[in-house]
């Protein structure tokens, strides 16, 4: 199993682009989130999907949109890229009544 | 809204030192986890905590939920230079939800 993929790994985008996270999980996991770290502030977490065609917000969704179209994928969506929106942003699945969140690999992303 | 504080953020120790975090939220949880961060990794799952008052050891790791379970604690005993990274709580109380606390980074001293 790949686990918890994300592409890409690194971005660089000018404000107001807009552009597409990438996750995907093979473990056939029914909830997936995405979280961004900054620095000194941990990990917030900005949507989550408790299955196909189920979405809701976290704390900081403003500025980001998500879709769940399938199990195993849930991209998200930057639509107008901000500097504030500059930092790491990882994407976890853990299985519907399970505890433990497996986190993916990271995109780091900075908005110039 | 619901906040996770984590203490101190950022520990350095001599190799063989205890080092203990200590995490506390603003309301009761349902349960907690602690993940650890290597430098430039990602967070991996360490353990839960469910029950009020829960002690677990995993090896030289002992974590601890609060009575009141607003509060958690993660101690290590005799660290090691593999025990570097950044520890980090996250509690929920709806179990979809997770607040993830600021984090302690830990060096270990050689």
């Known amino acids: 199993n790949a686990g918890v993929t994300q592409t890409p790994k690194f971005q660089v985008l000018k404000t107001g682009q807009s552009m597409t996270l990438q996750c995907a999980q093979d473990?056939?996991?029914?909830?997936m989130s995405w979280y961004r770290q900054d620095p000194g502030m941990g990990l917030r977490l900005i949507h989550y999907?408790?299955?196909?065609?189920?979405?809701d917000q976290g704390e900081v969704p403003n500025g980001y949109n998500v879709s769940r179209s399938t199990t195993e994928d849930f991209p998200l969506r930057l639509l107008s890229a901000a500097p504030s929106q500059t930092s790491v942003y990882f994407c976890?699945?853990?299985?519907?009544?399970?505890?433990?969140?497996?986190f993916g690999p990271g995109t780091r992303l900075t908005v110039t | 809204g619901q906040q996770v504080m984590q203490i101190p953020q950022y520990q350095h120790v001599q190799e063989g030192e205890d080092f203990t975090t200590y995490c506390n939220s603003s309301?009761?949880?349902?349960?907690i986890q602690w993940y650890k961060q290597r430098p430039g990794g990602h967070p991996v799952f360490l353990i839960q905590?469910?029950?009020?008052?829960e002690v677990k050891k995993q090896k030289r790791l002992t974590f601890q939920f609060g009575e009141a379970k607003k509060n958690s604690s993660l101690h290590i005993t005799a660290t090691q230079t593999t025990d570097v990274g950044t520890y980090f709580c996250?509690?929920?109380?709806?179990?979809?939800?997770?607040?993830f606390g600021t984090g302690t980074s830990l060096t270990v001293i050689p």
């Open positions: 473990m056939n996991h029914e909830y």
């Open positions: 905590l469910v029950k009020s008052g």
């Open positions: 999907s408790v299955g196909a065609g189920i979405t």
């Open positions: 976890a699945s853990r299985r519907q009544g399970g505890y433990e969140q497996y």
């Open positions: 309301t009761t949880l349902s349960n």
């Open positions: 996250a509690g929920t109380n709806t179990g979809n939800q997770f607040y």
